[in-house]
């Protein structure tokens, strides 16, 4: 890659791409290598004029950002792109890192730490605004003190079944404690032998009590 960084702005939004090209014009390390107005036209583009670097909206008509992003990664895994956007919710940020992206801001960061984040994605680092990294801190810091389920393969509906188990509940007892009928016992039984590959109810409650089932549930 050149010392300049040439940069694909993806937004559908006519004036935001102008405050971007007027940004892009003020630093000499960057330069515009072409715009796009929705995911489709990003990946097209991406393709044939090969930036260095993509500023990538998430929200578009006529295809989003994230399958965008998810498409120009497995065309050219080497892209950096940096999603610029108003969505700050887990569930964007997060669905943004997972297909590919390098990067994270708002479209209301100011224009030195857009600038730096320009920069920063173009050049191979990763980078998020402050915003953004206190809330990726705060998910993974909540995730390594959260106790993992025993039998993640489960549903939630299959463990409470197994617990009863665990504590010898016969088939008619787990139907009235769960409120389900004596069939989606059965069904639910039968899903859990499948899924923990045990023969038979008594393999299946020395597995679940090894994993520390067979406690007292609620009501």
């Known amino acids: 890659m050149s010392s300049v960084v040439a940069v694909l702005i993806v937004d559908d939004h006519p004036i935001f ?6 940004l892009l014009a003020n630093h000499p390390e960057l ?16 393709a ?10 998430l929200q578009m008509p006529g295809g989003d950002g994230i399958s965008a992003i998810r498409q120009i990664m497995t065309a050219q895994p080497a892209s950096r792109i940096l999603v610029v956007t108003m969505f700050d919710d887990d569930e964007s940020v997060f669905a943004a890192m997972r297909a590919g992206a ?6 209301d960061t100011a224009d030195t730490e857009l600038s730096r984040a320009l920069l920063a994605v173009g050049h191979g680092e990763a980078i998020f605004s402050p915003a953004i990294a206190g809330r990726m801190m705060r998910f993974f810091e909540q995730r390594s003190v959260a106790t993992p389920p025993p039998f993640p393969e489960l549903s939630e509906s299959e463990r409470r079944v197994l617990q009863l188990i665990a504590q010898g ?4 007892a787990i139907a009235e404690r ?6 989606t016992v059965r069904n639910y039984i039968s899903n859990i032998f499948s899924k ?7 393999q299946a409650i020395v597995r679940a009590r090894d994993a520390g089932l067979g406690g007292a549930t609620g009501p």
């Open 17 to 22: 791409r102008k405050g971007l090209r007027a």
């Open 31 to 46: 330069r515009l290598a072409g715009e796009a107005t929705s995911g489709v036209e990003a990946v097209r583009l991406s």
């Open 48 to 57: 044939e004029l090969c930036p260095d670097l993509i500023l990538m909206d």
């Open 102 to 107: 390098r990067g994270y801001v708002l479209k």
């Open 169 to 172: 509940e016969n088939n008619q």
């Open 178 to 183: 769960l409120a389900l009928s004596p069939k």
């Open 196 to 202: 923990l590959q045990v023969a038979d109810r008594a």
